[in-house]
């Protein structure tokens, strides 16, 4: 059974396609079989990541891990459900292609558009990097505007939501996990982050997810994506780049913490391991 895990947030910027990229190298380094799918099709951050990380392995004649890619096609027809059947037809043949993958990992673009509601449905874990903004919140629940108490949930919350309720109307065994994850915390603003992180521990029991610890703001997240490399490909007497400081060791705790976090079938990766 293929574990599908969806990079989802309908805030552009909030760090989908670079979790995207560390989530599969991880699971590639524990020896799983993965597939990747990136349904940003305009910016295409993910595939534009991997197609980096072929050219530095081509050029420096480094062995270094890949997953199965599968495109989808987007359609431009007129009518616009022949349109969406057609993307509909088109995301189910590039699921079949990846049947035979331990976990295909879907990187979706920072809209509400008909494939990512689609991802969401077909997803067993969703994962939503969040940056520690109150401004980014808004999309997952509304705040009070005087007592700053959780309103209710917003446009994202409710698209999971839907994706949740369809997904149990179908009869597929299982529900959706979905873990939200900060992103970029900064070292510094310790009084936002603590009433950032108060807001989304309320938050997380009425709307349903669970919260994994995040990724501190780190340069080197944008340093790696020219080369192609993760966190996870540094370190070690033959890394390609050396593994410098403090920060970057802790990042890799971190990229750790959020696979234990997601809790994945274990079975999946210990026969791939
Ligand atoms: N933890 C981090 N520390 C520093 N920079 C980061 C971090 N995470 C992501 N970035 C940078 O933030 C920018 C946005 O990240 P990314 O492209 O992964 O977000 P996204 O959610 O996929 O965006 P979009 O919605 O546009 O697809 C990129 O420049 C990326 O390098
Ligand atoms: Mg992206």
């Not at 989530?23 to 910016?43: E, N, P, T």
């Not at 179908?170 to 603590?194: E, P, Y």
């Not at 490399?229 to 050396?242: C, K, N």
Request: one cysteine or more; proline letters at 3%; hydrophobic letters at 40%.
């Amino acid at each position: 059974m293929t574990h599908v895990i969806v990079l989802g947030n309908e805030k552009g910027g909030s760090g989908k396609s670079t979790a995207a990229m560390h989530v599969i190298v991880a699971l590639l380094k524990s020896g799983c079989k993965v597939g990747a799918v990136d349904l940003d099709l305009r910016q295409r951050s993910l595939s534009r990541y991997l197609e980096n990380r072929k050219k530095f392995s081509e050029i420096n004649d480094k062995a270094l891990e890949f997953p199965i890619i599968v495109e989808v096609e987007p359609s431009n027809l007129d009518s616009r459900e022949e349109s969406k059947r057609r993307e509909t037809e088109n995301f189910q043949t590039a699921l079949l292609g990846l049947e035979a993958c331990d976990f295909v990992v879907i990187d979706c673009p920072g809209a509400n558009t008909h494939l990512a509601r689609l991802a969401h449905l077909h997803a067993d874990t969703i994962v939503t990097p969040l940056n520690d903004s109150f401004v980014d919140f808004d999309l997952l629940a509304r705040l009070h505007p005087e007592t700053g108490r959780v309103a209710g949930p917003s446009l994202y919350a409710e698209m999971v939501w839907e994706a949740r309720k369809r997904r149990a109307m179908t009869g597929v065994a299982g529900g959706i996990d979905w873990v939200v994850m900060r992103n970029r915390l900064s070292a510094t603003r310790a009084r936002n982050k603590k009433k950032m992180g108060d807001k989304l521990e309320d938050l997380a029991g009425r709307i349903g997810f669970r919260l994994a610890r995040g990724f501190g703001d780190r340069v080197i997240y944008r340093e790696l994506f020219p080369m192609g490399l993760t966190l996870l490909d540094l370190g070690g007497r033959d890394s390609p780049v050396r593994l410098s400081t403090m920060s970057h060791i802790t990042a890799r705790i971190e990229i750790r913490s959020l696979i234990a976090t997601l809790n994945l079938p274990q079975a999946a990766i210990s026969e791939a391991a």
